[in-house]
């Protein structure tokens, strides 16, 4: 059986759809939806009659955490042999979705799979994932990150920044993606679908690092990829289709500048916990 974790997060539209398509697929199957603090009564009622299971948080507990909810609700009352975790602004196409992840896991043994990650505009895969792998990264992207954010605090300063954008957008033409035409195995996975073996979730307490709220949680599992030798595999067999940053665009439709601060925030948060997190596992030493 595999098991579907979907969190939720204000756009109601895409998690239906995202529903629908994983009702479509053959073989067996669950569905468990997280809702962040965000459905009302009515929305509440109405999508648990298309799911098997429905969270309702008592607040936003983010990614991680939130995520962690469902499967660890998946966990305990269905054992599932997978756990796929999903945004809620994916669609699945392929009808034998499953059987193809039962097929790999054959193959490969994998405790964590990525499938490749087709983008609306049709620009290639974003799997496999390219982490941040050492502290020197970390604190590099840490500094840049920081830079940012006293450009998005000024008013002045941000509009300088979206002039330049704009600029290099005009002068130069966007690069086409040519990621993901092969398998490879031990690579970083995208975090908007990423597919756990049980033989995965049965040695952690938690299938996420729970102290983050948004961003990087994909260096945080190929964190434990590399420390703990696990088997982390890409695999074009399997797509999904990912309409990304839906539910970002909805909170902060109105105010762009808002929605580049409240990311830029929260980026620095998870990175300054990797780097914490990487000079305890004396991580560059495993």
């Not at 974003?126 to 941040?132: E, F, Q």
């Not at 260096?219 to 982390?232: A, C, G």
Request: with cysteine.
């Amino acid at each position: 059986m595999v098991v579907f974790i979907i969190l939720h997060y204000k756009n109601i539209k895409d998690t239906l759809e995202c529903i629908e398509s994983i009702k479509k697929l053959k073989g067996s199957k669950k569905i468990v939806v997280v809702d962040n603090y965000t459905l009302s009564e009515e929305e509440a009622f109405s999508l648990k009659k298309q799911v098997d299971d429905l969270i309702c948080l008592s607040d936003n507990l983010g990614f991680a955490r939130a995520n962690n909810k469902g499967c660890q609700l998946a966990i305990s009352k269905y054992r599932p042999d997978f756990l796929t975790v999903i945004n809620n602004d994916t669609v699945l196409y392929q009808d034998d979705f499953l059987k193809r992840i039962k097929a790999i896991y054959k193959r490969t043994h994998f405790d964590i799979l990525g499938p490749k990650i087709l983008c609306e505009e049709g620009s290639g895969s974003v799997n496999p994932y390219s982490p941040l792998k050492t502290i020197e990264e970390v604190q590099k992207e840490i500094k840049y990150q920081e830079r940012l954010l006293k450009y998005y605090h000024s008013s002045f300063l941000y509009f300088g920044l979206c002039m330049y954008i704009r600029l290099k957008a005009w002068i130069k033409h966007p690069s086409v993606m040519k990621n993901g035409s092969r398998e490879e195995v031990g690579v970083a996975l995208h975090g908007c679908a990423l597919i756990f073996s049980k033989k995965y979730y049965e040695k952690y307490d938690t299938v996420f690092f729970d102290d983050t709220f948004l961003f990087h949680e994909e260096s945080f599992l190929y964190l434990r990829v590399r420390k703990d030798h696990l088997i982390s595999v890409y695999s074009p067999e399997i797509e999904i289709e990912h309409k990304e940053g839906k539910s970002l665009e909805t909170v902060f439709s109105k105010n762009k500048r808002q929605k580049l601060l409240f990311r830029t925030e929260e980026i620095l948060k998870s990175l300054r916990l990797l780097e914490k997190e990487m000079k305890e596992s004396d991580y560059e030493k495993e």
